[in-house]
């Protein structure tokens, strides 16, 4: 597929159905083409496509299934929306860093592929406002979900979900306390962490 340039070509683009309940247009929205006049549109579409439907299936669609709809604060950038974004200093890592996560399109330096989005989940969130609950939800999904990587946000308990072909199951947090929750190696890593996530579901 060719990168659009029309509009009638965008919203064929738009329409592409990633997952069940998952379009193509649900990932497009951003505050920083919005505010500065850019088109979030990504350069390789079908890799975009893939990488993303891959976020949609093994990731954002269980978690719906599992505790009702999550609202998408952000997800897909174009190289040049990501790039004004670190450029600006608006939360937005280079891109090299961000290729296979907030850009989909663009595979990072080990030739993989993956997608990010930010998300969160008003179920999840109107129940565990409590210091520290957000681990609740990490444990869940280190335990339920073949994540790569999780980072926590203090507001709504908002987190970057990063599917990866070479996925690093690893959790941090900019949320209380901030830290890296596990990763390999550490010795909290394997095994069950029901004691945390019994009685979210």
Not at 40 to 50: E, R
Request: aromatic fraction near 14%.
């Amino acid at each position: 597929m060719k990168k659009p340039t029309s509009v009638d070509a965008l919203t064929e683009f738009g329409r592409v159905q990633l997952s069940k309940s998952f379009f193509m247009r649900d990932f497009l929205y951003s505050d920083i083409a919005a505010i500065h006049g850019l088109s979030n549109i990504p350069d390789d579409p079908d890799l975009a496509i893939k990488a993303g439907a891959k976020l949609c299936e093994e990731l954002l669609e269980p978690l719906q299934d599992a505790f009702g709809r999550i609202a998408i604060r952000s997800a897909y950038r174009s190289r040049e929306v990501n790039g004004l974004g670190n450029e600006r200093r608006y939360n937005c890592a280079s891109n090299e860093a961000n290729a296979a996560h907030h850009i989909w399109d663009m595979r990072d330096v080990d030739g993989c592929m993956g997608a990010t989005a930010c998300v969160v989940v008003p179920s999840f969130w109107n129940s565990f406002q409590g210091k520290g609950d957000w681990q609740k939800l990490a444990w869940w999904i280190h335990d339920h979900l073949p994540y790569s990587s999780l980072y926590f946000f203090p507001r709504y308990w908002a987190f970057n979900v990063n599917w990866h072909e070479r996925p690093r199951r690893q959790i941090d947090s900019y949320a209380w306390p901030r830290h890296c929750l596990t990763k390999p190696g550490m010795a909290n890593h394997e095994g069950s962490h029901e004691e945390w996530w019994s009685g979210i579901v």
